[in-house]
């Protein structure tokens, strides 16, 4: 009797070790993933300032647009062909990646409600459409700092990000030895 219920308390921590395996199963996306756009309704875009063919704009996003597809049709919109940028706010949630140079992939990491430490990023030209690349901080309630490339980001009660827009163009092409789309700034097109 003794052994049969060793045995099924040994059967059981299997299970249930392999059920947490498999539910922990990490999930991986492309570099190369063109962002969804549509999920950003909520978005304000001002003009703020002009000097000479550069330009300022100010883009507020409202509680659950989507940050990734919101840039992205500002970015489509307005033509950019090169721009940088930066923002403050706070998210509900976000999906950030480690790009995983074995895999050539973006490993998520998702992390559920945290304020924006920092925001940073670009907008170029890839395969004739602007793309663009971010970094983000953002720090958990415990005040624990995670970050990574912007893969999604739902905004809580606002994101305020400011664009300078430029006029000289910067076009991306995939690096070979990573799957990745970097800037080269030799490219004409």
């Known amino acids: 009797m003794k052994t049969r219920i060793v045995l099924s308390m040994n059967m059981l921590t299997v299970f249930l070790l392999c059920n947490s395996i498999n539910t922990k199963a990490q999930d991986y996306v492309s570099p190369t993933k063109p962002a969804e756009t549509g999920k950003s309704p909520g978005v304000k875009t001002k003009l703020i300032s002009t000097n000479g063919s550069t330009?300022?704009?100010?883009?507020?996003?409202?509680?659950?647009?989507?940050?990734?597809?919101?840039?992205?049709?500002?970015?489509?919109?307005?033509?950019?062909?090169?721009?940088?940028?930066?923002?403050?706010?706070?998210?509900?949630?976000?999906?950030?990646?480690?790009?995983?140079?074995?895999?050539?992939?973006?490993?998520?990491?998702?992390?559920?409600?945290?304020?924006?430490?920092?925001?940073?990023?670009?907008?170029?030209?890839?395969?004739?459409?602007?793309?663009?690349?971010?970094h983000v901080s953002v720090a958990t309630t415990d005040g624990i700092v995670h970050g990574g490339h912007l893969l999604e980001m739902i905004v809580g009660p606002t994101l305020e990000l400011f664009v300078t827009v430029e006029p000289t163009p910067l076009y991306k092409k995939v690096d070979d030895n990573y799957g990745a789309a970097v800037i080269n700034p030799e490219l004409k097109e």
């Open 55 to 134: 330009k300022n704009y100010i883009l507020i996003f409202s509680p659950g647009d989507e940050v990734v597809s919101g840039l992205t049709e500002f970015a489509q919109k307005y033509n950019v062909i090169n721009a940088h940028y930066t923002a403050i706010g706070d998210a509900a949630t976000t999906k950030v990646g480690w790009f995983d140079y074995n895999k050539k992939m973006f490993k998520v990491i998702p992390i559920d409600t945290a304020e924006v430490t920092s925001f940073i990023g670009d907008i170029a030209v890839f395969n004739g459409k602007p793309v663009a690349h971010t």
